[in-house]
């Protein structure tokens, strides 16, 4: 009975997972950006859950709604006016860029929400299911489901929209997809703020489940890191296979090696990758 | 790449401010009569909550000291000022801040850095220069076990707070047989689960589970099911507030149930209560202060009541025992200088190591190792979204209750 609740807590944590890859691996999929604001992003979407919880009464999922576009805009105008400036320099330049506007926007984070945890406690609470004895959390069901549809949503956009096959053609191939008249530096924008949508909506499910502060970021940030690395760039599967394998992976290993080992097997799970198979589970050179 | 002029300049640069420091630290002293106490905290880093709590402790020691005209040093009023420095959560640095201060500011006492590792690293530095330094948040008896003479804490071992808890728990559930043990794999938080291992084994409790996880771990839930599958009657985890808000939810969704279950060292701070909600009912904890004791002290606070007043005057928010701890050590050293009538370095010293007196923090008294042995910490457990003291009898508040849902 410990090995199936085991399996069942790391499928729902995979799909938490890459609800908090998804929009990370978009940006560095499209943009050859490594977007290391994505944590801080995932964290202020959190705070949005949290006080629209407190001081409107809002419940998290209309504040999904509210974190879509809100983060859209961001986003968008983040890439428009910073980052398309440095777009074409070696990644290290958009790499610190992201970094320093990482350190901006975290230290604002404690500085008006300071370092404390908080929590976001629904009343009623949503409970758990059992079903033989297996437990699972409502919260995290809902969270995965939500996870689940944002990914397919995103699938759509980029496999049936206008919009979307032009991502995948800049993505493909920047030059011809310049020929074919696609505005780059829009799509870029574009694509951006969808990561950024994705990274405020994971934040608002996360608010669920995890404690609220802007310490957590780079948690958030370094779980991306993996499961983008596990699963794959440049595909949106990839994002799901590689967060339910780097959650299989920690589950087991923390059952049968104890806690302390389960994060040290999670990196060497990443080095073999890196080594192995650097394209990851399901990479493509394409985005859908 | 080193780039021979860069350090140059760099250097000369350091030493510009270093003089210019100097200016300011004889210009200061010329125009008022002040002791000045070194302060090095982590006040940017990921202990940047605990810096701020000890600040805030120093502050209103010095505020409070300030307002009742100084410390009075042989019929003469002195001032108090505090140089705070940060050593961004790394401890090599709060080394040589430490160093900095003694040398460079100029202070004439230190409070020790946060947590035990660093008061340890920095006291090799007070002591070489015979500095009394006073430790606010050092518990591991490691940190004493130098025989330094000029450091003294106000924190008691790691086994002052497990053994009472362990003897309430088995005086009052008898059927606790088994204990599963968590603990954060950092240095305060494992040495405490240490203790509490010896401690339950001691009194004749099974460890069916006794696990590190590492820091900065996101998700629990292999852990905790794996631990509900052993059915321990009592679930003691060791962590910070963050850790433990994360276990404490992933526990209730998982539906564990346990007579006891405790947490160190998150349920002391108020955060804690009201982040965790409704879940934090029945959860069991100890630390070394509580602001529901009833000391009647001869320091400049009096009452622990006063204390906990003027506290929530300046700040709006409960005291817990960091910025308790902070507060007393400030308390002791004026109480010490003014008995020795001399901020002769020795002699402030040597009162700190005959100290014997009653403070709002309890009882003070330090062995012969400088680590405080007169403190009872008391043993607590959330009833009704508040902390209610169960142990020492003398403060006791209510009764302890079994079973958290």
């Known amino acids: ?288 | 790449m080193f780039h021979p002029r860069l350090a140059v300049s760099a250097f000369s640069a350091s030493l510009l401010l270093a003089a210019a420091g100097l200016g300011a630290t004889s210009s200061v002293a010329s125009a008022q009569d002040v002791i000045r106490f070194g302060a090095p905290l982590p006040i940017t880093g990921p202990l940047a909550p605990e810096a701020v709590k000890q600040q805030q402790g120093y502050d209103l020691w010095a505020e409070q000291a300030n307002k009742a005209g100084g410390i009075d040093v042989g019929g003469k009023k002195y001032k108090v000022e505090i140089v705070y420095s940060d050593y961004q959560s790394n401890t090599p640095r709060s080394v040589q801040t430490t160093e900095q201060m003694i040398t460079q500011d100029k202070v004439n006492f230190m409070f020790g850095p946060f947590g035990s590792g660093a008061a340890k690293a920095a006291s090799t530095i007070a002591e070489k220069y015979k500095v009394p330094m006073l430790a606010a948040t050092a518990s591991s008896s490691q940190v004493y076990d130098q025989n330094y003479k000029y450091l003294f804490g106000t924190f008691t071992p790691n086994d002052t707070l497990t053994t009472p808890l362990t003897q309430l728990v088995k005086a009052k559930a008898a059927d606790v047989k088994k204990i599963a043990i968590l603990a954060r794999n950092d240095l305060f938080p494992l040495a405490i689960a240490q203790e509490m291992e010896k401690s339950a084994k001691a009194n004749g409790l099974e460890v069916v589970y006794f696990e590190k996880y590492a820091i900065n771990t996101l998700d629990h839930s292999a852990t905790l099911s794996q631990i509900k599958s052993l059915n321990p009657q009592w679930v003691f985890v060791t962590g910070y507030t963050n850790d433990l808000l994360l276990i404490r939810k992933q526990m209730v969704d998982q539906q564990m149930k346990a007579g006891v279950v405790t947490m160190i060292a998150g349920p002391a701070y108020q955060e804690f209560i009201e982040s965790a909600g409704q879940s934090a009912e029945n959860i069991s904890s100890a630390s070394w202060w509580h602001p529901a004791e009833q000391y009647n002290g001869k320091d400049i606070f009096g009452t622990t009541a006063n204390f906990v007043k003027l506290f929530k005057d300046k700040y709006k928010l409960e005291p817990d025992y960091a910025h308790a701890s902070a507060a007393v050590c400030g308390a002791l050293f004026q109480m010490a200088i003014e008995k020795a009538g001399s901020l002769d370095r020795d002699k402030v010293r040597d009162e700190l190591a005959k100290m014997d007196v009653v403070t709002f923090w309890g009882p003070v008294k330090f062995g012969a190792n400088g680590q405080i042995n007169s403190l009872e910490p008391p043993v607590f457990q959330i009833q009704a979204g508040k902390p209610v003291v169960l142990f020492p009898d003398a403060i006791k508040q209510g009764e302890f209750k079994l079973g958290v849902n």
């Not at chain 1, 809100?70 to 910073?82: E, H, M, T």
């Not at chain 1, 690395?229 to 949106?236: D, F, K, N, T, Y």
Request: contains cysteine.
């Open chain 1, 1 to 288: 009975m410990l090995a199936i609740q085991v399996l069942i807590n790391a499928l729902v944590l995979g799909c938490l997972y890459a609800c908090i890859a998804i929009g990370f691996s978009l940006v560095w999929g499209v943009l050859n950006v490594i977007n290391l604001i994505h944590g801080s992003f995932i964290v202020l979407g959190a705070y949005l859950a949290w006080g629209a919880y407190n001081s409107l009464g809002l419940s998290p999922w209309y504040a999904l709604l509210i974190a879509a576009p809100a983060f859209f805009v961001f986003g968008y105008l983040l890439q428009r006016l910073l980052l398309n400036r440095v777009i074409t320099a070696p990644v290290l330049v958009t790499l610190t860029l992201t970094f320093g506007l990482d350190l901006i926007l975290n230290n604002a984070m404690i500085y008006y929400f300071k370092a404390d945890y908080r929590k976001l406690i629904l009343n009623p609470p949503t409970g758990s299911i059992s079903i033989f004895d297996v437990v699972v959390p409502v919260d995290r069901l809902i969270a995965t489901a939500s996870a689940l549809a944002l990914t397919f949503l995103l699938y759509l956009l980029l496999r049936r929209s206008k919009v979307g096959r032009a991502i995948v053609a800049v993505r493909l191939d920047r030059d011809a997809a310049v020929l074919m008249g696609v505005d780059v530096k829009s799509i870029y924008a574009i694509a951006f703020g969808l990561g950024a949508a994705l990274a405020g909506c994971a934040g608002v499910l996360m608010a669920l489940i995890f404690p609220i502060s802007p310490l957590t970021s780079s948690a958030y940030l370094g779980k991306a890191f993996v499961v983008c690395v596990l699963g794959g760039l440049g595909s949106v599967s990839g994002a799901l296979a590689g967060g339910i394998l780097l959650a299989l992976v920690e589950g087991v290993g923390s059952v049968y090696l104890g806690p302390a080992h389960a994060v040290t097997l999670s990196f060497v799970l990443l080095i073999i990758f890196l080594v192995v198979r650097p394209q990851g589970l399901l990479g493509r050179k394409g985005f859908e």
